[in-house]
């Protein structure tokens, strides 16, 4: 079966301005997630999407972050706008009802 | 707050060494157990899972581990490692609430194997 896919594999932007990644899941997969890893550092959680709808977003800078799911299958991921601690990889994840996530090649995004 | 330790940031071991890479977690109630590893340019896969049953688990590549709930712990283990080995390891915990679930990651251990 296919994996999940992210793109783009690489961004360099300068601070205070905008990017977006975008992230298809496995198919049939009802729950994604997006992760942010800051190098030396486990992934942490930053949104959490049952279809749809979102399960936990407790973790997104929400003055400067945002995601949606539309239609329940692919979803972007925005910064607006990028500050330098925004640099790292952001994975995507997806899961079926197993808790069982299959990730993403993600995102190392740079900020200047 | 929940919380994920691993106490080792880098282990460096030879080859045919045995592994027990460790993981501690903060919670109390219901929890889904992970451990994932990431090889050099490769991105993130399952190892092996622990959700009921049988504590001691064994995933691939003959990696096992034991989830010892009076503890917390859920460490990882491997009797003989090998230079494929070499990767970074990532255990995380799914906590388990009545209506919803959290998944926190520690922050890994990265793991170098002299051939």
Known sequence: ?112 | AQSVSQHNHHVILSEAASLELGCNYSYGGTVNLFWYVQYPGQHLQLLLKYFSGDPLVKGIKGFEAEFIKSKFSFNLRKPSVQWSDTAEYFCAVNARYSSASKIIFGSGTRLSIRP
């Open chain 1, 1 to 112: 079966e296919a994996g999940v896919a992210q793109s783009p594999r690489y961004k360099i932007i300068e601070k205070r301005q905008s990017v977006a990644f975008w992230c298809n899941p496995i198919s049939g997969h009802a729950t994604l997630y997006w992760y942010q890893q800051i190098l030396g550092q486990g992934p942490k959680l930053l949104i959490q999407f049952q279809n749809n709808g979102v399960v936990d977003d407790s973790q997104l800078p929400k003055d400067r972050f945002s995601a949606e799911r539309l239609k329940g299958v692919d979803s972007t991921l925005k910064i607006q706008p990028a500050k330098l601690e925004d640099s790292a990889v952001y994975l995507c994840a997806s899961s079926d009802t197993s808790d069982e996530q299959f990730f993403g090649p993600g995102t190392r995004l740079t900020v200047l």
